[in-house]
């Protein structure tokens, strides 16, 4: 399910990035719901981390727990980061903007399952926004 919105907008508007830049972004953010799995996986591991757990070796060489805390901070870190973004784009529509960022899910996909309160065109340009304020804070 792809959004149909050009990959690149005029150098005119005020949300404008590279088309590539567009899509290291759009990439960034698909990865999302992967994210949320792995940090709970993460985290179930550090809850456990008496017991023998196939996911740290035991013969690794270091502090296993400190390596999974530090991979976890990294995934919160980035998740939060995808979140605050879509809470500064717009308050209130900031929830819609994630989703449709991060599952690819169109304007109409969205309208149809929870009813968006915008039209089409707001939407849309919040989208962009979003982008632009990620862009932002990525770099």
Known sequence: ??????????EENQYWISRHRYY???????????WKKHR???????????????????????DPTGN????????????HMLEICAERTDPILGEYILLGVTKG?????????LNIPCCREMYYNLYRRFFWILDKARN
Do not use: W
Request: with cysteine.
């Open 1 to 10: 399910m792809g959004i149909n919105v050009p990959p690149e907008l005029s």
């Open 24 to 34: 290291e972004l759009k990439h960034f953010c698909m990865q999302y719901y992967d």
């Open 40 to 62: 709970v996986a993460l985290m179930e591991t550090l809850t456990h981390a008496n017991r023998t757990d196939q996911r740290l070796q035991r013969d690794q060489i270091g």
């Open 68 to 79: 999974a805390s530090i991979e976890l901070e990294h995934l919160e870190s980035r998740i």
């Open 105 to 113: 899910m169109p304007y109409d996909a969205i309208k149809a399952r």
